[in-house]
């Protein structure tokens, strides 16, 4: 096992106003050799399912998240690009009973603007209330000919048989802050919305998105804000024209305050920045720290302890290992370790607490080193792991590897039942299926 150290720089901190003008880096300083060791797979008794799909040239399980009801059924939000239509959907599945599961439409994002594209740019859902919330960037295109594609950050709720719609977020200024460049260009613009993930909090809840100003130009990308709406009113700035945002994550700490997590990619000459990173706080001030120098290429995925411990699960690229970060101190440092470094392996985790506040990843295994198209493209060799802390140590199990065909482990979401038993949904990327794989 590798750790990488955190040391924190002497830089100031506050964010006030959704301000990032001052940042702690909290960048990976090296590797902690802990010598030679010897990893084991072992086969975690599952029974797999087909959630949607089966012999169908449609796609399906895009951006799929999955929950579990108070009732214990498991539900999943997901896209899906049917068959020779390049426009996706937002559909919702529940599981009735074993090997059954029910599937209906959505939304879909772009049936504002016949003329768009149609691609979901990230996935959020969530049981607020014990009501099934889906998020995704949606709505119009405001009329703008510079910005012909959804544009809007776009909630929809379960209401018996239908899913009523809700523009959260329309315009850049609605999360109005100080902006970094002086010309009021992180409080200008109409493209709101993309990556967003949504977690309840009670009967309220937080989305966490990317606010790309005006359009999908460099400028714009290079720019970006990360941005938070919160149902009690209010939608805030967390980190301003840095160009963060995407593959976002959010979770509630147990004072009622949110962490973010989410990459920064684009380089500027001004600012070693890029990397994954951590923003937190309330009320418009945030803190924000930089967890790690390597950027990841999925969704980073968190998890706050009872005790206020944050863990966050990512896909650290620069080693192609999975990693976890975890803070005591409520966001203000950093340890990461490497909890599988075998091969390229860390792709699209899903991490969740067990019943003792432990730490419970699910992630692909993408294939040997020596495999080049890999993380690019799933193989023959990949597979759906799971990582468990047991009495101090990570164990590794093999969930799926696809009846030995490989190509699963997109899109990974995971859940633990009330019994302490895992579920797992996924997407099979040979057979463009949604899968879902629960331990017996």
Not at 77 to 88: I, R
Not at 113 to 140: C, I, R, T
Not at 326 to 354: C, H, I, K, N, Y
Not at 381 to 395: I, M, N, T, Y
Request: some cysteine; glycine content about 12%.
């Amino acid at each position: 096992m590798r750790v990488w150290w955190i040391p924190l720089a002497s830089l100031a901190v506050a964010c006030s106003g959704g301000s990032s003008d001052d940042v702690v880096d909290s960048r990976d300083a090296g590797v902690r050799d802990l010598g030679p060791r010897e990893v084991t797979i072992t086969d975690l008794d599952v029974t797999e399912e087909v959630i949607a799909g089966l012999n169908s040239e449609a796609t399906y399980g895009d951006n799929a998240v999955m929950r579990r009801a108070a009732n214990g059924n498991f539900m999943v939000a997901y896209g899906h690009v049917p068959a020779n239509d390049p426009k996706q959907e937002v559909h919702f599945a529940e599981r009735t009973g074993p090997d059954t599961w029910t599937t209906e439409l959505v939304g879909r994002p772009a049936e504002q603007v016949p003329d768009a594209s149609g691609q979901l740019v990230g996935l959020g859902f969530d049981l607020v209330g014990g009501v099934p919330h889906v998020v995704y960037l949606g709505g119009d295109d405001d009329d703008n000919m510079l910005s012909p594609f959804p544009t809007d950050l776009e909630l929809r709720t379960k209401n018996g048989n239908n899913w009523a719609s809700q523009i959260l977020v329309d315009t850049s200024g609605e999360a109005n802050g100080t902006c970094r460049a002086g010309q009021d260009y992180c409080n200008f613009g109409n493209v709101v919305g993309s990556h967003p993930s949504i977690r309840a909090n009670g009967s309220e809840y937080a989305v966490v998105y990317r606010d790309t100003h005006g359009g999908f130009a460099d400028l714009d990308f290079g720019q970006s804000d990360v941005e938070v709406y919160f149902s009690n009113g209010g939608t805030e700035q967390v980190d301003s024209e840095r160009s963060g945002g995407p593959f976002a994550d959010i979770a509630f700490k147990p004072d009622g305050s949110v962490v973010v997590g989410y990459n920064l990619g684009r380089p500027d000459p001004a600012e070693d920045r890029t990397g994954v990173w951590i923003s937190y706080g309330s009320g418009g001030t945030y803190e924000s720290r930089r967890v790690s120098s390597s950027e990841t290429t999925s969704r980073v995925s968190l998890a706050v302890a009872s005790d206020g411990t944050i863990y966050m699960a990512f896909f650290h690229l620069d080693a192609r290992d999975l990693a976890l970060a975890t803070s005591t101190d409520g966001g203000d440092t950093w340890t990461v370790e490497a909890v599988d470094e075998r091969g390229q392996t860390g792709l699209f985790p899903s991490l969740a607490l067990d019943a003792q506040d432990q730490p419970v990843i699910a992630y692909t295994y993408c294939g040997p080193t020596s495999e080049r198209d890999c993380p690019g493209e799933l193989g023959e060799d990949s597979e759906v792991r799971l990582a468990r802390r047991e009495g101090g140590a990570w164990k590794l199990y093999r969930v799926s590897d696809g009846q030995g065909f490989g190509g699963v482990g997109l899109f990974n979401s995971l859940v633990i039942g009330a019994d302490g038993k895992v579920a797992v949904a996924f997407q099979d990327a040979i057979r463009s299926d949604l899968l879902f794989a629960k331990e017996n």
